[in-house]
């Protein structure tokens, strides 16, 4: 592909998603004068969600550009990697306009929300003192500081002409891409469906929503402006992100299904103009899935001696592409059929984005459930990939451990019902519900998972590449042996996991995560990412890390244990109430006294902190015992 035909292509693709998003607005009437509040004007309606389409198509063609860069495009030191260096270049570039683009974005978005024109002098002023706690505005700001970290952090590493030496490391741009991937899927935070009543699920789906459309059209879009620079590697190229292409089709799809329904209360709603338009979407979606079949099917099998054909449905592909961005544009402008507010919500409802839970029993246990669809659907791909790892290992004649099987799926089930089950519900009302989310996460899930012996599966079933590129294996390797892990000792680790439950717990800390829905996400990956830290230090021995002495991995569940049992006891001795602004605000009638629920949180961490240092007392006994048999066994 010529670079005119890049050129063209990259303006068709802008042109015809800035068409189809005021196309979008214009059909929902979004665009029409407010009435009842203050009005930005004409200007600003018709620039934020130009500005949006075009922002979002810049950071696809960041992130793909960057995901060819890291995973795809072949280049063993020392060969020359034009295409490489053209692919971190086409990053660099993207990522700068996304800056931009962002940037702007967030100004008209700010002066949209308080709705002050451009020309209005209160506009500049207000900017000191609302613009950070406006959520367009807010998420605009943190998208383009990811767009510059990503830039800055590819800038200097792009010379016309280099080695693969000289280009930043493939491991730096796989994080880049995941800085770039955050900075994506921050828009969800501000979305409609981020103030819906059905809060968590919308924005998680929207968020998957955003990550696979990234994935997918940015890797297209990146991988047909690279054509030429590829050359020989396109096909090899091509056939690798044929494989990212279809699972990024299959989350789009379900994602977007997900975000429709809470976003349309019936099929009637379908026959409104922004129904509409999600029948629009669904439609190039799967125009987009048959070009996709074809593909695998026809153009990749002959790409190497007919490019023109994969070259001209791509180009197809693309602008399609850019005319669903624009449709998605007009839709995240438009207000939904389906309310996206509660008319005089419940103040669980208001504070949470929950309806207040029944009041618990026993039964509650195990009757209680709300599907937390992000964790469920991570453990359903856990359990799925660790499945798959089995049916290659038995079909090469080879045998594994039913114990790790079962661990392995234990594991993933104690962790659905961490987050989807009762700690999940009431974990968000409620101090003792809370830490019990916390603790499993924390010391039940890591330690299944690690006995489940996902490392040892992945490196007997994955092959490793030999052309540079960072495939799964690589992946693998890397996280497992990096010098940072390494470093990270059975107590460093217990710290860590002391800290996590601590901070879940300090009162600032604690009203974010039960009021807010990153604030509750980072609490729980604060638990399980330190829990499993842990969990694997203690279980398993990698290469690279420094061996540990029974004594020490011991000293460091004892660390722990007594760590748990201080906390129990602050909490049972505690006259002073953790959130008490957050539950008393919440008004849950079955929750008459807060501080008898806060010594059974108290009471819990005893518990957990008694059991670990049994099971540290255990093993230690059962150590003594088999190394006194082996002096006492006669050796022959």
Not at 33 to 53: K, Q, S, Y
Not at 81 to 88: D, F, I, N, S, Y
Not at 248 to 257: I, P, R
Not at 521 to 546: H, I, K
Request: glycine fraction near 10%.
């Amino acid at each position: 592909m010529t670079r005119r035909g890049q050129a063209l292509t990259v303006v068709a693709a802008v042109v015809l998603g800035t068409v189809a998003a005021a196309l979008a607005v214009r059909s929902t009437g979004a665009l029409d004068p407010l009435v009842f509040v203050g009005d930005a004007g004409p200007l600003v309606r018709w620039t934020v969600p130009i500005v949006r389409v075009a922002g979002d198509l810049t950071a696809a063609l960041t992130v793909g550009a960057l995901l060819l860069a890291a995973t795809m495009i072949p280049a063993p030191d020392p060969t020359p990697t034009r295409g490489l260096g053209a692919a971190v270049r086409l990053g660099r570039r993207a990522a700068a306009w996304w800056a931009a683009l962002a940037l702007v974005g967030a100004f008209v978005a700010f002066a949209d929300a308080v709705g002050l024109p451009l020309t209005d002098p209160d506009l500049y002023r207000s900017l000191t003192t609302d613009f950070w706690t406006v959520d367009p505005s807010r998420v605009g700001l943190l998208s383009a500081a990811c767009a510059l970290v990503v830039a800055a952090g590819t800038r200097s590493h792009a010379p016309a002409r280099h080695s693969a030496s000289e280009l930043p490391s493939r491991s730096r741009l796989l994080g880049l891409a995941l800085v770039a991937v955050l900075g994506m899927t921050l828009i969800a935070q501000a979305s409609h469906s981020g103030t819906s009543a059905d809060h968590e699920t919308s924005v998680d789906s929207l968020g998957l929503h955003l990550l696979a459309s990234g994935a997918w059209v940015g890797g297209l879009a990146a991988l047909l402006v690279l054509s030429r620079a590829l050359g020989g590697d396109l096909p090899v190229v091509a056939r690798r992100f044929s494989a990212v292409a279809l699972w990024s089709f299959v989350a789009l799809g379900s994602s977007g299904v997900v975000v429709a329904t809470t976003r349309l209360g019936s099929w009637s709603d379908l026959g409104t103009a922004y129904g509409l338009l999600v029948v629009v979407k669904a439609c190039i979606l799967a125009l987009l899935g048959a070009a996709g079949w074809w593909h695998r099917r026809r153009t990749l099998a002959e790409l190497a001696d007919a490019p023109r054909a994969f070259v001209r449905l791509a180009i197809a592909e693309v602008l399609l592409m850019a005319v669903a961005f624009g449709v998605a544009s007009g839709l995240a402008r438009s207000a939904p059929p389906e309310p996206t507010t509660v008319e005089n919500p419940s103040p669980t409802l208001a504070l949470t984005g929950f309806p207040a839970p029944p009041a618990p029993t026993w039964a509650s246990w195990i009757t209680t459930w709300r599907v937390d669809w992000l964790t469920f659907t991570l453990a359903l791909l856990a359990v799925g990939l660790y499945a798959a790892g089995l049916r290659r290992v038995r079909g090469r004649g080879s045998s594994w451990p039913v114990g790790r099987t079962v661990a392995w799926a234990a594991g993933w089930a104690a962790f659905v019902w961490a987050t989807s089950g009762a700690p999940g519900v009431y974990g968000r009302v409620t101090l003792s519900w809370h830490l019990a989310q916390l603790l499993t996460l924390a010391l039940v899930v890591p330690v299944l998972l690690a006995l489940g012996g996902p490392v040892p599966l992945a490196r007997g079933v994955l092959t490793r590449r030999r052309d540079g590129t960072l495939g799964p294996r690589e992946v693998v390797d890397g996280v497992v042996g990096s010098a940072v892990l390494a470093r990270v000792t059975p107590l460093v680790a217990a710290a860590l996991v002391s800290t996590a439950l601590l901070l879940g717990l300090v009162r600032p800390v604690l009203d974010v995560v039960m009021t807010t829905h990153p604030g509750h996400q980072l609490a729980m990956v604060a638990a399980f990412g330190s829990g499993s830290l842990l969990a694997f230090r203690l279980v398993g021995a990698e290469p690279g890390w420094p061996a540990s002495s029974a004594a020490r991995r011991l000293g460091a569940v004892a660390l722990l244990g007594a760590f748990c049992i201080v906390l129990g006891l602050v909490l049972l001795r505690a006259h002073e109430l953790l959130a008490e602004d957050v539950l008393t605000a919440l008004g849950l009638p079955w929750l008459t006294d807060p501080l008898a629920d806060q010594q059974a949180a108290g009471r819990l961490a005893v518990v957990a902190g008694a059991a670990v240092l049994l099971l540290a007392l255990v093993v230690r006994v059962a150590t003594w015992l088999h190394a006194v048999t082996a002096r006492r066994t006669p050796r022959h």
